[in-house]
């Protein structure tokens, strides 16, 4: 025991079993603090697997058991510099409560190669040097079998009984960590929340990969003239949970916006390699297997069918340039020369792409229903976006800061009246999202043309008052469930015909409230 100390771990000294307080550097991606035991473990026969045909060598055994640790796993490490300050240019994850194993084998005569294997199991864990990212963990897991040049690893399932390497601390209360890879990993497992630019909220459990270090194209260089080196960690998961909208998450007191459940999603997280340079990017693309509009009064009766809806965020925090985020199809990402069309980032089901080329936030479908009171129906593609908050006066004089959140239809159909007019199969159902019109639906039905919906929230999240406002214009009208002969069906002039909603609820008076956009927005409204 002792005042802790830097160790790189090449075992040329050739101790049988130490253990003390060490900070210890492994790979220039780990470093580890705590209390250690390091080990001579002797020379036995493993197999190797990988890229060519399976062999059997002899190696030699050291491994490390590092108990009740602190641990960061990233690029440009360590995140704490030797006076206890934060170090900038650092990304990847800080974990606490660590228990860590690491073991590296080193071939007797042959060609001399090594290899490595790691596994630490955390408490908790948080997300470093990306901005406007907020990860929180509850357990974590690193995960990685270290390749030699001629990319083989050490397959430990055939090589050990019971096809584990066990490695057990020193003390009266020793813990024992178990090695039991088949193949080449590198990745943190982890049960997390996730917050992106305090709008987008994800739960669940992921796998987060260290990706290759590769080259970014920002958004201001459509020709590609200013490469940037970056280094990218992906994360990848299905079934996790997402809200989108204001004061999330979905959960949460005064929270509005919509609530995905089943969503299979990949997350990349860039950072510059040029040093003093603290730019940091982002990018997510996930799809929903359901979703429901959460945060406005049961009364409003709002309800959303979809298929294939998508949530797409591309976005970060430039130190020079506001607003510059990745052009994700010029960029080299997965460090393979040339431009990748878009990174592939692995999930427990289908890769999910990133193409994107602009700052963007939105969660949107091409084929999607909302339903209105029982009374309105809009079918059609539609975005659903976060725009900044605003003070807005009230129908009753009153003003308020309010987050807004907006969706936009468009190539709508809509229809005001007794229906439902358009039916489509329930999420819990399992069947294909197809929309049919109901023939017993009696009202009117607009084509052709446009809707926008705006929900507002107080910012107070106290303040349980929500307000909504929809307005539609279309350029045909038919009348299902009336019988006019011939005349059945209009053809409106240019200005067409609009549906026009506004409507509110105060959230201590229970007061019908709506807002007044022309006293916020001025005679050209929102």
Avoid: C
């Amino acid at each position: 025991a002792g005042e802790p100390v830097t160790v790189r771990l090449d075992f040329e000294r050739g101790a049988k079993s130490v253990s003390g307080n060490a900070s210890l550097v492994i790979g220039d991606y780990f470093f580890v603090s705590g209390g250690v035991s390091l080990n001579d473990d002797g020379t036995r026969m493993v197999t190797l697997t990988g890229e060519g045909t399976p062999e059997t060598v002899s190696v030699m055994v050291k491994s490390v058991l590092v108990t009740d640790g602190s641990v960061f796993a990233g690029d440009n490490g360590p995140f704490l510099n030797e006076d206890g300050s934060e170090n900038p240019e650092a990304v990847g994850f800080s974990l606490t409560g660590v228990n860590f194993a690491y073991v590296t084998m080193t071939e007797v005569g042959g060609a001399g190669r090594s290899w490595y294997a790691v596994r630490a199991v955390a408490s908790s864990a948080s997300l470093v040097g990306i901005n406007n990212l907020e990860l929180s963990v509850n357990s974590a897991e690193v995960l990685i079998n270290g390749a030699d040049q001629d990319g083989e690893v050490v397959d430990f399932q055939e090589s050990y009984e019971g096809g584990v390497l066990a490695i057990t601390s020193a003390g009266e209360n020793p813990i024992t960590l178990n090695i039991g890879y088949d193949a080449a990993v590198t990745e943190v497992m982890a049960d997390f929340n996730l917050v992106i630019d305090d709008y987008v909220f994800i739960s669940g459990s992921a796998a987060f990969k260290k990706g290759r270090t590769g080259t970014a194209i920002l958004s201001d260089d459509p020709n590609g003239d200013r490469p940037v080196n970056v280094s990218v960690t992906t994360v990848g998961a299905s079934s996790v949970n997402i809200f989108a909208g204001v004061n999330g998450p979905a959960g949460a007191d005064g929270a509005m916006g919509l609530s995905l459940v089943n969503v299979s999603f990949g997350l990349a997280l860039i950072k510059s390699l040029k040093p003093g340079d603290t730019s940091s990017y982002y990018g997510m693309s996930a799809s929903a297997g359901s979703a429901e509009i959460v945060g406005l009064d049961a009364e409003f009766q709002f309800k959303l069918g979809f298929e294939d809806l998508n949530v797409r965020v591309n976005s970060g925090t430039d130190a020079t340039t506001p607003g510059r985020v990745v052009n994700f199809l010029l960029s080299d990402l997965d460090g393979i020369a040339g431009a990748d069309g878009g990174l592939s980032v692995a999930t427990a089901g289908d890769p999910v792409v990133l193409e994107f080329t602009e700052k963007s936030i939105e969660v949107s479908s091409e084929n999607a229903v909302l339903d209105i009171g029982g009374f309105v129906q809009i079918h059609g593609g539609f975005a659903f976006t976060k725009s900044d908050s605003q003070l807005v006066t009230l129908s009753d004089g009153k003003s308020k800061n309010v987050a807004v959140t907006t969706f936009g239809f468009n190539d709508l159909n809509a229809f005001v009246g007794a229906g439902p007019n358009f039916e489509y199969p329930a999420f819990a159902s399992g069947d294909p999202f197809v929309v049919t019109h109901n023939a017993d639906a009696t009202g009117l039905l607009l084509t052709g043309g446009n809707l926008a919906l705006a929900l507002f929230k107080p910012v107070t999240r106290s303040d349980t008052s929500s307000y909504y406002a929809v307005s539609a214009s279309a350029d045909t009208l038919t009348l299902p469930g009336f019988d006019l002969g011939e005349s059945s069906s209009f053809t409106l002039d240019a200005s067409g015909y609009r549906i026009e909603v506004n409507g509110g609820k105060d959230g201590a008076t229970s007061a019908k409230t709506s807002v007044n956009f022309i006293a916020s927005y001025g005679e050209d409204g929102l």
